[in-house]
Nanobody
Framework: VQLMESGGGSVQAGGSLRLSCAIS????????MAWFRQAPGKEREGIGS???????RMSDSVKGRSTISRDNANNILYLQMDNLKLNDTATYYC????????????????????????WGQGTQVTVSS
């Protein structure tokens, strides 16, 4: 699976961004997709995932401000982020997992990097005051 993120940029606090992740080249359809982010000096963290049936789960850090969706016809994953805060500044990555058991755990709110088989190159989001 090849993944390519886009849509990052600079935005003022309180603003919105929509990140996209183009999905291509898969032979085994991913069982779920997720968004991770890595802030400067911090470890990469999962912030949400979407199952093939459309169910989503968001981390507490972005819940109520961000949503994940997907356009199945065009194989695009989205992350809509609203009311952005300074600490949302990070590089954002999309990831795909094949293993259904791992995806079930992700839907429970746990996102381990090792569960995800494919990654995009990341897109930078910078939130300023």
């Amino acid at each position: 699976v090849q993944l390519m993120e886009s849509g990052g940029g600079s935005v003022q606090a309180g603003g919105s961004l929509r990140l996209s992740c183009a999905i291509s080249g898969f032979t085994d359809k991913p069982s779920c997709m997720a968004w991770f982010r890595q802030a400067p000096g911090k470890e990469r963290e999962g912030i949400g995932s979407i199952q093939n049936d459309g169910r989503t789960r968001m981390s507490d850090s972005v819940k109520g401000r961000s949503t994940i969706s997907r356009d199945n016809a065009n194989n695009i994953l989205y992350l809509q982020m609203d009311n952005l805060k300074l600490n949302d500044t990070a590089t954002y990555y999309c990831a795909a997992a094949i293993n259904r058991a791992f995806c079930a755990l992700a839907h429970g709110g746990v996102w381990e990097e090792k569960w995800f088989n494919s990654w995009g190159q990341g897109t930078q989001v910078t939130v300023s005051s």
